[in-house]
T-cell receptor, first 116, second 106 residues
């Protein structure tokens, strides 16, 4: 089946530093990937839609200059949290569709970010 | 936008029990998926079920698109079934419900 690999699984960083999270589709090409954030005991909130070869589409309230998304190839999207602050601590999850617009979503295992 | 409601929000059951989780949505959708998020945060795709009924082992799901709901059935629960179950629907974007937190007691 379709596999999405996300790395790292956990990261601890200091306030003010930047962290890059990678999301790869291992056995399929994904023109579109999605980035979600999940706070403890809450649901997944879509942050942005990452489109290969073009700019990401950000959801309302998500700062595009803080959460930089790059989708340079059909199998890789990256999310960089710039100048991280403790309130950015969260669980970040990427997903991708293995087919057309109505095909199933497949998720990475998530990245738990802790900003100290 | 479309609203997705899941019930119950929390469920505690003894191992071996059966359960039914419900997902209601406020408008017609293009697809619906059920996911299980285990205690380590991993999201596991259970069913892609925009309509009809599917079964996979002890789990089955039914979506009645015309009545805007989907049900997830878990039979003979095991402790490994614990976690949060999400349904997600697609309108112009993918929207998750708030989940049902299931705890199976040994």
């Amino acid at each position: 089946g379709a596999v999405v690999s996300q790395h790292p699984s956990r990261v601890i960083c200091k306030s003010g530093t930047s962290v890059k999270i990678e999301c790869r589709s291992l056995d399929f090409q994904a023109t579109t990937m999605f980035w979600y954030r999940q706070f403890p005991k809450q649901s997944l909130m879509l942050m942005a839609t990452s489109n290969e070869g073009s700019k990401a589409t950000y959801e309302q309230g998500v700062e595009k200059d803080k959460f930089l998304i790059n989708h340079a190839s059909l199998t890789l999207s990256t999310l960089t949290v710039t100048s991280a602050h403790p309130e950015d601590s969260s669980f970040y999850i990427c997903s991708a569709r293995s087919g057309g617009a109505n095909s199933p979503l497949h998720f990475g295992n998530g990245t738990r970010l802790t900003v100290t | 936008g479309i609203q997705v409601e899941q019930s119950p929000p929390d469920l505690i059951l003894q191992e071996g029990a059966n359960s039914t989780l419900r997902c209601n949505f406020s408008d017609s959708v293009n697809n619906l998926q059920w996911f299980h998020q285990n205690p380590w945060g991993q999201l596991i795709n259970l069913f892609y079920i925009p309509s009809g009924t599917k079964q996979n082992g002890r789990l089955s799901a039914t979506t009645v698109a015309t009545e805007r709901y989907s049900l997830l059935y878990i039979s003979s629960s095991q402790t490994t079934d614990s976690g949060v179950y999400f349904c997600a629907v697609r309108d112009d974007k993918i929207i998750f419900g708030k989940g049902t937190r299931l705890h199976i007691l040994p």
